[in-house]
């Protein structure tokens, strides 16, 4: 019944920027940790970022600096702005959630992923 969908993968050079966005849906009564996550081809899923319910963030080292994470409580939405972008950066990304699906109960949920593509 809960969803997250994110949107704005797509292809873009070295250097530039993107920003994705994830929305969380369904009987939700609140949302904990946020975060995203990416798997590029042939590696591990890795963290990329987080961010908790009161807006504490943390990064991998290899987006530090680049890339901020944001939310909207209000619109039960997580953000990824993506700068200076690399061919490392290359994955497809996904958002995660801990979301209080009753007032007792939170449970973790996924997206389905959106590809990013950085070319050179």
């Known amino acids: 019944q809960v969803q997250l969908v994110e949107s704005g993968g797509g292809l873009v050079q070295t250097g530039g920027s993107l920003r994705l966005s994830c929305a969380a849906s369904?009987?939700?009564?609140?949302?904990?940790?946020m975060g995203w996550y990416r798997q590029a081809p042939g590696k591990q899923r890795e963290v990329v970022a987080g961010?908790?319910?009161?807006?504490?963030?943390n990064y991998a080292d290899s987006v530090q600096g680049r890339f901020t994470i944001s939310r909207d409580n209000a619109k039960k939405m997580v953000f990824l702005q993506m700068n200076s972008l690399k061919p490392e950066d290359t994955a497809v990304y996904y958002c995660?959630?801990?979301?209080?699906?009753?007032?007792?109960?939170?449970?973790?949920?996924w997206g389905q992923g959106t590809q990013v593509t950085v070319s050179s």
């Open positions: 995660a959630a801990n979301i209080w699906v009753t007032r007792w109960e939170s449970q973790n949920y």
């Open positions: 369904g009987s939700i009564f609140g949302i904990n940790n």
């Open positions: 961010i908790t319910s009161i807006g504490d963030t």
